[in-house]
């Protein structure tokens, strides 16, 4: 097998987000109207679009060399494909999703076993079914096109297994969750025949390498500022850094300046410390990648 490698970018929420991350490592995807085949800025990539429900059926048989899917699609089908990297991201935030069961609030299943001879109705139907088969737990499940949630306020099941980041849209249909059954995030995965190519095992891993940094760059930032050689000990001192700051001295002066790289949730409360510290002509500035 040669380049160009088949890549499957997943339709649905997770489109934009995927894009918005491949731009941030350094490829810039086109999709035109409805097209299923967007252009990709690498000529040894070719990119289709494809359902993450059906990615890694896709990636098992060939179709595609590789492709980015969620974990939860990958139980549901069965599927034999190497995972190549976990990427923690979504549409909504940079955290794990949850497969969870929920009832209506008033409902009086409290446990798993509660469920024996009831209805759920969910999108992941073989996984939850496996899972309760594990657990001898006789329950009837059916496949939901869509508005699940809808499903247990009408009466048309017991109970529902939904995907959910933050919970909010389930408690906001007045249901409650009883049980996490899985937890689940995006995933680089390769189909066994091209991952033994070595072209396009390298082109696999310059991809996961390079989404992995985006991603991480994502939760940093970069932070300069100029110090007094009299302030200088107690800056550097605050500065948290993935090695240790960097500090140059400035031209002709006994100021420095100072830069290292700080998690974004620290930045905020950094800043004012650093101020009352002695730092003057601070920058914070984003990162595309930290590899």
């Known amino acids: ?5 088949k890549l499957g970018v997943p339709k649905g929420s997770l489109q934009n987000a995927t894009i918005a991350l491949f731009k941030r490592s350094g490829w810039t995807i086109n999709v035109n109207g409805r097209s299923y085949f967007p252009e990709i800025d690498d000529d040894t990539i070719e990119c289709a679009i494809c359902r993450a429900q059906e990615m890694s059926r896709y990636v ?20 034999d494909v190497h995972v190549v990297q976990d990427l923690i991201y979504s549409k909504v935030s940079a955290r794990p999703a949850r497969w969870v069961l929920a009832v209506p609030y008033d409902s009086n299943v409290k446990t798993l076993e509660d469920l024996k001879g009831k209805k759920i109705a ?53 249901l409650r969750i009883i049980y996490e059954l899985m937890q689940t995030n995006t995933q680089l995965i390769v189909n066994h025949e091209a991952w033994k190519d070595p072209a396009k095992r390298e082109k696999i891993e310059q991809i996961a390498l390079l989404l992995q940094g985006a991603l991480r760059g994502e939760k940093l930032v970069g932070i300069k500022m100029n110090v007094s ?16 700051p960097t500090v140059s001295p400035l031209y002709q002066s006994d100021w420095f300046a100072v ?6 949730q620290v930045v905020r409360d950094l800043i004012p410390r650093l101020l009352r510290a002695g730092a003057e002509g601070i920058i914070e500035y984003p990162l595309n990648k930290v590899v």
């Open 1 to 5: 097998m040669t380049l160009p490698l």
């Open 60 to 79: 098992e048989n060939g179709t595609l060399d590789a492709g980015l899917t969620g974990k939860d699609w990958i139980a549901e089908n069965c599927s």
């Open 122 to 174: 969910t999108e992941l139907v073989e996984y939850t079914r496996r899972f309760f088969g594990e657990r001898n737990i006789d329950v009837k499940v059916e496949f939901s096109w869509g508005a699940t949630e809808a499903k247990v306020v009408s009466g048309l099941a017991d109970a529902i297994v939904e995907v959910t980041e933050t919970g909010s849209t389930i408690k906001a249909h007045g």
């Open 229 to 244: 050689q009299k302030n200088l000990e107690t800056v550097v001192n605050l500065l948290p850094s993935l090695n240790a």
């Open 259 to 264: 830069e290292s790289v700080v998690d974004t």
